[in-house]
């Protein structure tokens, strides 16, 4: 089946700092999302991206869908410690079922105040 | 508001054993989707829904079952409980499959022994 590769698979840094993580696939896609999970919870979105070279912010947080359509990537800046949490990629990858949603196997943040 | 709903929250099987995870939504969305949550594997698709009467099957839909004979419900069952299926479901919603947000629920942990 289709794979979404993302990386780094988990991150230490100092809050302030910003961070950077990226999803990649040997498919092309129709759409990017980015979740944050934090523990006992489900996924809960932060931004979604439905065209190549789109580039949409929340916050503090930035995310792109790449050119090629096979990739994307998210960025945090100044992060807090309320960043922690895993950050997931997902994505509808062209000719596949728009009802296949498919996840990366995340990014675990941790952020030291 | 209450969203994506899913009980029980916790359950403990042994092997052998059936039994249903249920999911219910109050936001009228047509698709509505199960995952399974394992360390390092990222979210995996089960089954989804892009309307009543209407399933098919995801990534890992070995040893699960789904209908959907309403649009609110979406009960994921498990017909002879095995120690592989110790994960944490979630349940997922949207207005339609493809490009809407996805809402998921709080997730249920299961264990079976």
């Known amino acids: 089946g289709q794979q979404l590769n993302q990386s780094p698979q988990s991150m230490f840094i100092q809050e302030g700092e910003d961070v950077s993580m990226n999803c990649t696939s040997s498919?092309?896609?129709?759409?990017w999302l980015w979740y944050k999970q934090e523990p006992g919870e489900g996924p809960v979105l932060l931004i979604a991206l439905y065209k190549a070279g789109e580039l949409t912010s929340n916050g503090r947080l930035t995310a792109q869908f790449g050119i090629t359509r096979k990739d994307s990537f998210l960025n945090i800046s100044a992060s807090i410690p309320s960043d922690v949490g895993i950050y997931f990629c997902?994505?509808?990858?062209?000719?596949?079922?728009?009802?296949?949603?498919?996840f990366g196997k995340g990014t675990k943040l941790s952020v030291k105040p | 508001n209450a969203g994506v709903t899913q009980t029980p929250k916790f359950q403990v099987l042994k092997t052998g054993q059936s039994m249903t995870l249920q999911c219910a939504q109050d936001?009228?969305?047509?698709?509505m989707s199960w995952y399974r949550q394992d360390p390092g594997m990222g979210l995996r698709l089960i089954h989804y829904s892009v309307g009543a009467g209407i399933t098919d099957q995801g990534e890992v839909p070995n040893g699960y079952n789904v209908s959907r004979s309403t649009t609110e419900d979406f009960p994921l069952r498990l017909l002879s409980a095995a120690p592989s299926q110790t994960s944490v479901y979630f349940c997922a919603s949207s207005y339609r499959a493809g490009r809407n947000t996805i809402y998921f629920g709080e997730g249920s942990w299961l264990t079976v022994v």
């Open positions: 936001m009228n969305h047509e698709y």
């Open positions: 498919s092309i896609f129709n759409t």
């Open positions: 997902a994505g509808h990858y062209y000719g596949g079922s728009q009802g296949n949603l498919i």
